[in-house]
């Protein structure tokens, strides 16, 4: 049982938009940053993005984050069958004293 | 450009004590803000975080497995090492280091991870 809570799976079509929620508490996603992964099939996750809506360099634009009291959202619009993978977010949770993810959201490209 | 890769034993027993060594290179662990973390992944599972090790040497441990883990780092061999006793067939996972930079406080580059499996 994560204590992050995101959605197991989202769908949609090439070229449509599509949002992966995070639901967390005060001691974790309300009082610190939150970064999300995509972990393409077989391979180590990926940093897409920190800080709650911030891009590393080479991360395109068609990928967002945002943040709201206790939940936080990631957004990808201009779906490509390429971005089918997993997406996970993560934070650090303060009162327990330790990072803690989300369990994982499969997005299926349709 | 920062790297880093995990190395360790493929197959270990139950009870047997784990030990995985993350090396990396392109960043300094006594550099003020820099921490790496041990996450492992069991298959078709969620990733799991496991331990931090600061700059500072200032250590974290997942509150279900802290009893069984020991992380520690050698800075002058770009070494992070973690240990995991009493080994269960539940403990089969891929396990990955990442760097923590307090830049971006996010994992920002992560090992490719080894595949350890418990197993008589």
């Known amino acids: 049982q994560s204590v992050l809570t995101q959605p197991p799976s989202v769908s949609a079509a090439p070229g449509q938009k599509v949002t992966i929620s995070c639901s967390g508490s005060?001691?974790?996603?309300?009082?610190?940053?939150v970064s999300w992964y995509q972990q393409l099939p077989g391979t180590a996750p990926k940093l897409l993005i920190c800080e709650n809506n911030k891009r590393p360099s080479g991360i395109p634009d068609r990928f967002s984050g945002s943040k709201s009291a206790t939940s936080a959202t990631l957004g990808i619009t201009g779906l490509q069958t390429g971005d089918e993978a997993d997406y996970y977010c993560?934070?650090?949770?303060?009162?327990?004293?330790?990072?803690?993810f989300g369990g994982g959201t499969k997005l299926t490209v349709l | 450009q920062v790297t880093l890769k995990e190395s360790g034993p493929a197959l270990v027993k139950p009870t047997e004590t784990l030990t995985l060594t993350c090396t990396f290179s392109g960043f300094s662990l006594s550099t003020s803000g820099m921490r790496v973390s041990w996450i492992r992944q069991p298959p078709g599972k969620a990733l799991e975080w496991l331990a931090r090790?600061?700059?500072?040497?200032?250590?974290f441990y997942s509150t279900s497995l802290e009893t069984r883990l020991t992380i520690s780092k050698d800075t002058s061999k770009n070494q992070v090492v973690l240990t995991m006793t009493n080994m269960d067939p539940v403990d089969t996972a891929t396990y990955y280091c990442?760097?923590?930079?307090?830049?971006?406080?996010?994992?920002?580059?992560w090992g490719q991870g080894t595949m350890v499996t418990v197993s008589s």
């Open positions: 993560g934070t650090w949770d303060s009162s327990l004293s330790a990072g803690v």
């Open positions: 005060s001691s974790n996603i309300g009082n610190n940053y």
């Open positions: 990442a760097r923590f930079s307090g830049y971006n406080d996010a994992f920002d580059i």
């Open positions: 090790i600061d700059w500072d040497d200032d250590k």
